[in-house]
């Protein structure tokens, strides 16, 4: 092993994930190529290097650093080439050479601990003085949190994200109750935390450690899906998690529900563990549920009569079960409307809106996904916007319930409207649900609309299902599939799938087709063939717009690998376009990308055709897909354009929030609508290869639906009705405010 020092003369390469850098040294011996991590550290710094000396066919002779440590510049010399490299803001080669000229080896104290001193400088003012200043502080600061951080195996971007988040008091932080982290910081779980504690000495059997490890649990849990979970379920979780007995554990949920943590009820004699902001939701929401439901005394005889005359003036019919659903939404103040593919709801959704309309109501239509409302406004001729633009989305760090999110509208801001219309309600999960009922008033009517059938929201809750499941509100199924949909197989056998009976899959349909394929490497060939060349001319579509939706994330016909290959087949490298290498995947120029998770403070700007002003506004919401248009290492940034033609711009400490979607689960793909839709089938567990989920893949398609795969397993999951249950509480909450309200 050797050790060498030098000056950092170029950055070649560096993977902004987890600091991995290619560099050229320049040395008192000469200049030499040194690879290793190293964070946080740019051209111009000092640095020491120890590894052995490798040979790389593109790069030659090479030292591959096991240690990189970042020396503090020391002189005159090294302090000018840090200073030079532009890392503090407001200073560049010329000014450097001034300020290190008037200071000399005190330049970094008097930057540090006298910033008024540089307006000695030529150039410098007193206020540019202290901007200096604090930018020298402000990275100095990140600097040594990356390096401490990065004895604890804390990439470079998470560490950025601990400094914003805590600052000086990281330190002190990681020292007493690194476990914060997990509750405070995106992307640090449990398990990570655990690690920095054990370094940092912490006992196993620590209250700090139990807590998290409980929090943890039911947190792992509401990302199931569920919003609490069973005493003794939960136990076991947590002993799994933190490898200690029940008996150590059990106290310790007290505690925090003491602290405001978690809330532990007694529900139908059964002991329940909720996260705290997860139980005020189901509870506000039924609370709020009630109070909507109020029924209005109308004239039937006159207002079917008055219906009748739309269904004329628009040259559209409703049946017997769509005019009785538009009567009730009329006559209730909290309406649901259920129904699969080819039932009317959208003509029914119609016929209500342009009576609402022509009696002088205003009505706001929304969905949970820019997809969805997408396709509710093409379908309505109105516009519909996403519940999080319907809600005027403000970013922040959200209240004191935890949720991280932050709406214009709400109790003191209520939506000023006669009428809220909700499609696609089966994804609005209950944090969503109980932010929308908050901004709706007492005495503006509630109509929600969706499948039941499909799989529910990918967010904590079954909304959807428990405001059925307690019969308190009126409701209506449609069931009647119209002759129009009778055309379609994607619509026939969807139904067909929910019934029991078998689907059409003699390929003898315009479009629904099976391909029978028992080999893996001939079910992804055959994806990247139909995607590529069979299906944009047949649907009129770009290679771009057509989905491949797979029932997991892991596996030869999971998202991760599909995406991989999809990605070489439809946007593969070329001179010119830019990429960077996230270590587990690349984002290159051109690439169809998806938002992960919620990210409200997240800026954006819209071009509006025929004017020079652009719109802007902030939200960019787990699920909006779109195409990366440039990727700017000079800045370190990367520009998303949305479907919807907003555009982020991305920092590369944002970019874990960004995945490739040429392939997405079936799961994220709700709400959605896609040209054509290609569903490899090939294996997995039972309880994820269901019906329920067969059925939602199906319904993502408008023109064209290919399913290719082995047929024993379309088969077994046109079989398996098991669904996936979740512990949710919306409708007991619903039943006790209902008893006693």
């Given amino acids: 092993m050797i050790t060498v020092k030098g000056y950092i003369d170029r950055i070649i390469f560096r993977n902004p994930d987890n600091g991995y850098t290619v560099m050229k040294l320049s040395t008192d011996d000469g200049d030499i190529t040194v690879v290793g991590l190293l964070s946080m550290a740019g051209e111009g710094e000092l640095i020491t290097a120890e590894g052995d000396i490798t040979f790389h066919s593109g790069y030659g002779e090479q030292l591959e650093a096991e240690r990189i440590t970042v020396q503090e510049p020391d002189n005159k010399e090294s302090i000018l080439r840090f200073l030079s490299s532009r890392i503090v803001r407001g200073i560049g080669p010329a000014l450097a050479g001034r300020i290190v000229e008037r200071f000399g080896d005190d330049t970094f104290g008097i930057m540090s601990r006298e910033p008024e001193r540089l307006a000695e400088v030529k150039g410098i003012s007193l206020r540019k ?80 450690r139990i807590r998290a490890g ?38 310790e949920i007290s505690g925090l529900q003491e602290m405001r943590k978690a809330e532990i009820k007694q529900r139908d004699g059964e002991t329940r563990v909720y996260l705290r902001n997860l139980y005020r939701a189901e509870k506000q929401c039924a609370a709020m549920l009630i109070s909507l439901d109020i029924k209005y005394d109308i004239d039937r005889e006159r207002l079917v009569s008055d219906i009748e005359r739309t269904e004329e003036r628009y040259s559209l019919t409703l049946d017997t079960d769509q005019r009785e659903a538009v009567i009730s939404a009329l006559e209730n103040g909290l309406f649901i409307m259920t129904g ?16 609402l309309l022509s009696v002088g109501k205003h009505v706001c239509l929304a969905a949970p996904t820019g997809r969805a409302a997408k396709r509710l406004s093409e379908a309505t001729g109105m516009e519909a916007k996403t519940i999080h633009r319907l809600l005027e989305v403000a970013g922040g760090n959200g209240d ?6 932050a709406f214009g509208r709400g109790p003191d801001n209520p939506l000023e409207t006669d009428v809220v219309i909700v499609d696609e309600m089966s994804m609005v999960d209950i944090l969503l649900f109980k932010a929308l009922l908050c901004a709706i008033p007492v005495g503006t009517r509630l109509i929600m609309v969706g499948d039941e059938n499909q799989l529910p929201s990918v967010g904590p809750g079954s909304v959807l299902k428990d405001i059925l499941s307690t019969g308190k509100f009126k409701s209506i199924a449609l069931n009647k599939i119209f002759r129009q949909a009778e055309e379609s197989d994607i619509v026939m056998n969807a139904h067909a799938l929910l019934s029991g009976r078998d689907m059409k899959l003699d390929n003898k349909s315009r479009d629904f087709f099976f391909l029978n394929r028992s080999d893996a490497g001939e079910i992804t060939e055959g994806v990247i063939y139909l995607v590529t060349k069979k299906l944009p001319p047949y649907v009129e579509a770009s290679s771009s717009e057509i989905q491949v939706l797979t029932p997991m994330r892991k596996g030869v016909m999971g998202v991760e690998n599909l995406n991989r290959v999809l990605q070489n087949a439809v946007n593969p490298p070329a001179k010119g376009k830019a990429e960077l290498n996230r270590g587990e995947f690349v984002l290159r120029e051109g690439d169809r990308v998806m938002q992960n998770r919620n990210n409200y403070q997240m800026a954006w700007v819209m071009d509006i055709p025929g004017k020079v002003l652009k719109k802007s506004g902030t939200g960019v919401f787990n699920g909006d897909l779109g195409i990366i248009e440039e990727i700017n290492r000079g800045d370190n940034s990367l520009t998303v354009r949305f479907e919807d033609n907003r555009r982020a711009q991305y920092s590369f400490k944002d970019l874990p929030e960004l995945e490739l979607s040429y392939a997405v689960t079936i799961h994220k793909s709700q709400g959605s609508e896609y040209p054509a839709v290609v569903m490899p089938v090939f294996n997995g567990p039972d309880i994820l290869m269901s019906r329920n989920l067969l059925y939602t893949g199906i319904t993502r398609a408008k023109r064209c639906v290919v399913i290719i795969g082995r047929k024993e397993m379309l088969l077994r999951m046109a079989e398996n009705v098991r669904k996936i249950e979740r512990y949710t509480g919306l409708d007991r909450e619903i039943l006790w405010y209902d008893e006693n309200s």
Avoid: W
């Avoid at 949190?145 to 950025?160: H, K, R, T």
């Avoid at 509401?222 to 933190?242: F, H, I, K, M």
């Avoid at 004191?400 to 999110?405: A, D, F, K, L, T």
């Fill in 129 to 208: 003085a202290v901007e200096i200043s604090e930018s020298f502080e402000e990275i100095a600061g990140m600097r040594r949190a990356v390096m401490f951080l990065q004895q604890y195996g804390i990439s470079n971007l998470l560490s950025l994200r601990i400094y914003e988040r805590y600052g000086e008091k990281l330190y002190e932080i990681i020292s007493e109750n690194p476990y914060r982290l997990c509750e405070d910081i995106s992307g640090i779980g449990f398990k990570t935390a655990d690690e920095i504690a054990e370094r940092s000495g912490i006992e196993r059997h620590s209250e700090y």
């Fill in 214 to 251: 409980i929090l943890y649990a039911l947190s792992l849990s509401a990302g199931e899906g569920n919003t609490y979970l069973p005493l003794d379920r939960l136990l076991r979780e947590a002993s799994d998690v933190l490898s200690l007995p029940e008996n150590e554990i059990r106290d």
């Fill in 340 to 355: 699969g593919p080819g039932t009317g709801k959208t003509t029914t959704i119609k016929i209500l809106l342009r009576y």
């Fill in 400 to 405: 004191e319930s935890g949720e991280r999110q």
